[in-house]
């Protein structure tokens, strides 16, 4: 094992190395996610009812909506966690690079290519370090220089490293909310994932973090995929290049973000939605 100053010196080439791409603009339509009629229900209550859309490659989705919608289900359905929920069924057909994915998927390969993170944050009881350094261990990894690398890309790429570098034997779980949640973000990125699934990450958390985050995502957009859920439009409005309105386990309108936004949307419910105008 390399001694501690070789570790150090690992995380001083990461922090030195070249800055972050800026965000791009997706430049084709690829679909990195296709959904054709998906509906879930637990019991008898129906939480998705028939969607039917795609998610380009390297795009930010937002999926707005209000609460009872469908759009934490809608992230379950896709990683296939909604499916080992007792009570639950899930149909319809969805679609990862055109690959179905169905009780054939091995879950555990396709929830480190479809990251999530929850609402709050949800730290291990380890040092920062080991947080984010726990699913490469147990991919196999065991390399401290490329450990070294992981936690230090992760941290960055969440926003978090220039607070923690040299905190990084504390508990991860005796830091402040927002940083705990940026902490969780770099838990799922160290999967390496295709697509990043974000459930209300700024519920808890100040704006300040927020806005953080929000800059992190945009950077991230370059490298991967991203979901994001949120009650915030404004959020929807200043970070997604797409934006879904959720209602009531249906889609409403999926459109650029502008048209969502914009005077005249497809759909009237979409405009007094976005507008807080309620009846």
């Not at 969607?51 to 379950?76: C, D, N, Y």
């Not at 949800?122 to 370090?129: H, K, Q, S």
């Not at 991860?172 to 990125?189: E, N």
Request: glycine fraction near 6%; proline fraction near 5%; hydrophobic fraction near 35%.
């Amino acid at each position: 094992t390399p001694s501690r100053s070789s570790s150090a010196s690992s995380f001083e080439r990461a922090k030195n190395g070249n800055s972050m791409t800026p965000p791009a603009t997706p430049q084709t339509q690829r679909h990195k996610i296709e959904v054709s009629g998906l509906t879930a229900r637990y019991g008898p209550k129906e939480a998705l009812r028939g969607l039917t859309f795609e998610v380009h490659e390297h795009e930010i989705l937002a999926i707005i909506g209000p609460a009872q919608s469908g759009k934490t289900p809608l992230l379950r359905a896709l990683n296939r966690t909604l499916h080992d929920q007792a009570g639950s069924s899930v149909t319809g057909s969805v679609r990862l690079e055109g690959v179905p994915l169905d009780r054939k998927t091995d879950a555990h390969a396709l929830r480190r290519r479809i990251g999530m993170v929850a609402p709050l944050p949800v730290g291990l009881p380890m040092t920062i370090y080991e947080n984010v350094a726990f699913a490469p261990r147990m991919a196999g990894q065991r390399n401290r220089a490329e450990l070294d690398g992981i936690v230090a890309r992760c941290l960055r790429q969440a926003a978090l490293w220039d607070e923690v570098r040299d905190r990084l034997d504390t508990l991860g779980t005796r830091r402040s909310g927002g940083q705990q949640q940026r902490l969780t973000i770099a838990r799922a990125l160290s999967h390496d994932p295709e697509i990043l699934c974000l459930d209300e990450f700024s519920i808890a958390i100040d704006p300040v973090t927020t806005m953080r985050i929000e800059e992190a995502l945009r950077e991230l957009r370059s490298q991967m995929t991203i979901l994001l859920v949120t009650n915030l439009t404004q959020q929807a409005r200043r970070l997604a290049d797409r934006t879904m309105f959720l209602w009531k386990g249906e889609i409403v309108e999926l459109d650029q973000t502008d048209v969502i936004f914009s005077e005249q949307p497809a759909q009237r419910q979409t405009y007094e939605y976005v507008n807080g105008i309620f009846e």
